[in-house]
């Protein structure tokens, strides 16, 4: 006798001990992709960041590394932001970042997010949590007064930016480690 099951340990279980055949309905795992971290062009600063919340009341943080076309590590950030959402907190990442690189004085940057939402909100600001609005246009405004591309990349491949963002939530509530100079 054949059954049609769901596909949970506990079930083949189950059906193991009554000697059924298994008839799994799962589908075929997909083809693995390699994520790589591809470095800027030749005078221009890329910016990966990202967004953490941990908690029921999340407390939030952001993080981000600079580097330049030849991978070094030009900078980067950690800052615990307090009470925010997730999308809040990834936004904030990106804001801090040109922040900073407005600061430096860099006229050609590439922001990289794990934020698809983030990435929109560079072409439709509708996307933007209705807090950020305001600091959101003002980063727009400093993003366009010099070359700034704003890309999606996986998970995986913003691995540095997801540490130093975890890593932000242990600082004091608004106290950055800035290692932006």
Known sequence: MRVKSTDTIAEFKVM???GLSHNP????VSRTMEVYWLPPDLGCIKINVDG???GWVPCCAIGGVCRDWQTHSVGGFAQNIGQATCLESEFCAVMYGIEKSAEMNCNNI?????SVVVVKAFSDP?????KSKTLWFNCLSLARQRRCVCSHISRDGNHVADTLAKNGQALSCFYCIPLLD
Do not use: G, K, N
């Open 52 to 54: 953490s919340a941990f």
């Open 16 to 18: 193991l001990l009554f």
């Open 110 to 114: 590439w922001i990289e997010s794990d």
């Open 126 to 130: 509708s996307h933007v949590p209705w």
């Open 25 to 28: 309905s799962f589908t075929p």
